[in-house]
């Protein structure tokens, strides 16, 4: 029995599977969708790092509980054989990476302005005392059938609503700057030699940075992007994934953000970055985004973490492309 079987026999035993499917994407995470013999679909994802899967898990149903970003409902999520999985609802629509372009000009703005919205409720609803990647207070998964799942699961507590029970799990770090600094010099140190002509250029532009020393923390979701949602009727109807979330200064989402949502697919961002800017500025103000976070933003979107060059656009840039795409906005922003 594989793990997908193994996961459906123990959280839908009631139920007879017809098929299963495998999706290719992801480097950390394997997917695959689950067809029932009386027509009904769910997604199942396993990991072997059982406890990242779990704090995935426990963010989309704080996400999906708080914000109106749609996120497909957590049905089971727990551990199995030591890896971690989760179970959601199969989310209806279309690959917004793959229907961006051919979305016309008002649609594409409707949906900028849609990730400049959820983008700022995250904000509102998310705080942190530090910087860092996040953890959960550890406790037991959730069960399809609402019971708690077997040992391996951690998750966020919900309450009360002025402690959300998040943490960064570097929450000791308080210092930004040395936080930021060494994240920002992470990215440089990982792009691969196409980048050499301007890889100092980058250490020194993030060197001479001047930054706030102790901005507040807010969650900063690491792949918040139109690649990993769906769209159906022009408008997004699934973000999917919450993998790897962190807590930083608010400008440096804003930054990564607008830079996937604005840039990424079409020739003049200018449009989108306006319909983003007003999307957040509707839950919140705009916060201050120095040209360093900018830099960070498009450093860290540039490789993806298996350390292969991301592949912007669609048709995707590919090769040397690619590296154009990545090295005219560092260029710009330089």
Known sequence: MNPVEGVLAREFPERRVAATARVPNGNHKQTAVATFADGGEVVVQT????????????????????????????????ALDGAGYVVTERAAGDELHERFVSLDATA?????????????????????DGYGRLAGSPRGGQRADGGEATAGGAGFESEPATNRGFDAASADDSDWEAWFSA?????????????????????DAVAAAS????????????????????????????????GQPMAAAPGLAVAKVEH???????????????????????????????????????????????????RPGYPERTGAAAVDFHRARLDAWL
């Open 211 to 242: 930054l706030p020393a102790n901005p507040p923390a807010r969650l900063y979701p690491w792949d918040f992007r139109p690649g990993n949602a769906l769209v159906e009727d022009d408008r997004v109807s699934a973000v999917l994934d919450w």
């Open 260 to 310: 996937l949502v604005a840039d990424w697919y079409v020739e003049d961002g200018a449009p989108l970055r306006r319909a983003f800017r007003a999307g957040y500025e509707s839950v919140r103000p705009l916060p201050p985004v120095p040209r360093a976070y900018r830099v960070a933003a498009v450093v860290h979107s540039a490789v993806d973490s298996a350390g292969e060059v991301t």
């Open 183 to 203: 994240y920002a010099r992470e990215g440089i140190a990982a792009l691969p030699a196409a980048f050499d002509g301007c890889r100092k250029r980058l250490a």
């Open 108 to 128: 594409q703005r409707r949906v900028a302005r849609s990730f400049g919205v959820g983008l700022g409720q995250l904000h509102e609803q998310f705080t942190f």
């Open 47 to 78: 990991a072997a790092d059982a406890a990242a899967l779990a704090v995935e898990a426990a963010l989309s149903r704080a996400v999906r509980e708080r914000t109106s970003i749609p996120v497909p409902r957590v049905l089971a999520s727990g």
